[in-house]
Nanobody
Framework: QVQLVESGGGLVQPGGSLRLSCAAS???????MAWFRQAPGKEREFVAV???????YYADSVKGRFTISRDSAKNTVDLQMNSLKFEDTGLYYC??????????????????WGQGTQVTVSS
């Protein structure tokens, strides 16, 4: 299985930006790569996915504010987060899998996960 390591989390004010990065131990071009997040007391939720065919999907709550990108030469997948809101606070996880569209938002679809990086939006 591919090993994933996230970085880039931190504390940011509302309206600010952060860029998360996920480094994979194997060429990530073989996987669909996604970001999920989990707020305290809530279930893990889908944020975005960058499929192997380069098509991207986003949760409605982040559309227009977040951008997922991948660099196959570096085996990384990044999440650029702009116009951050209080409700974006959470532990952000990188995930890898071979998904189908109907299940891409389900965490059980993905078979490799990173340890997570904390994002806190606070004034």
């Amino acid at each position: 299985q591919v090993q994933l390591v996230e970085s880039g989390g931190g504390l940011v004010q509302p309206g600010g930006s952060l860029r998360l990065s996920c480094a994979a131990s194997r060429p990530n071009s073989a996987y669909d790569m996604a970001w999920f997040r989990q707020a305290p007391g809530k279930e893990r939720e889908f944020v975005a996915v960058h499929r192997r065919n380069n098509i991207k999907y986003y949760a409605d709550s982040v559309k227009g504010r977040f951008t997922i990108s991948r660099d196959s030469a570096k085996n990384t997948v990044d999440l650029q987060m702009n116009s951050l809101k209080f409700e974006d606070t959470g532990l952000y996880y990188c995930a890898a899998g071979s998904i189908i569209l109907s299940t891409m938002k389900q965490s059980s679809t993905y078979y490799s996960w990173g340890q997570g990086t904390q994002v806190t939006v606070s004034s």
